[in-house]
Nanobody, 121 residues
């Protein structure tokens, strides 16, 4: 089983910055990608950024120029700058790869529990 735990978040003033971190653990064989999503009540969960361990990085249009995703082994970080009130959401970490199961390896898609980011104005 693969577990993801987010940290960071909290209350930030508009124009400020925040740094989120996510740690992956469990019966991991490979981590092929880690990313960040966000969700507000009544809305779909939206991808913020994704980092493939092969080297490719993608950002949502609203994140380009303001957010930066980076990795360090089983850790992935999201640096957010010039935050806006519309950035207020629950932010979730995700990971994709191969895990070890009782019957052999299997592909996983894991989610963290989410962390609240609130941007005040």
């Amino acid at each position: 089983q693969v577990h993801l735990v987010e940290s960071g978040g909290g209350l930030v003033q508009a124009g400020g910055s925040a740094r989120l971190s996510c740690e992956a653990s469990g019966t991991i064989v490979t981590i092929d990608a880690m990313g960040w999503y966000r969700q507000t009540p009544g809305n779909q969960r939206v991808q913020v950024a994704n980092l493939s361990y092969s080297g490719s990085v993608t950002y949502a249009e609203f994140a380009k120029g303001r957010f930066t995703v980076s990795r360090d082994g089983a850790l992935v970080n999201l640096q957010m700058q010039t935050l806006k009130p519309e950035d207020t959401a629950v932010y979730y970490c995700s990971a994709d790869g191969i895990a070890a199961g009782l019957q052999g390896p299997y592909k996983y898609h894991a989610w963290g529990q989410g962390t609240q980011v609130t941007v005040s104005s």
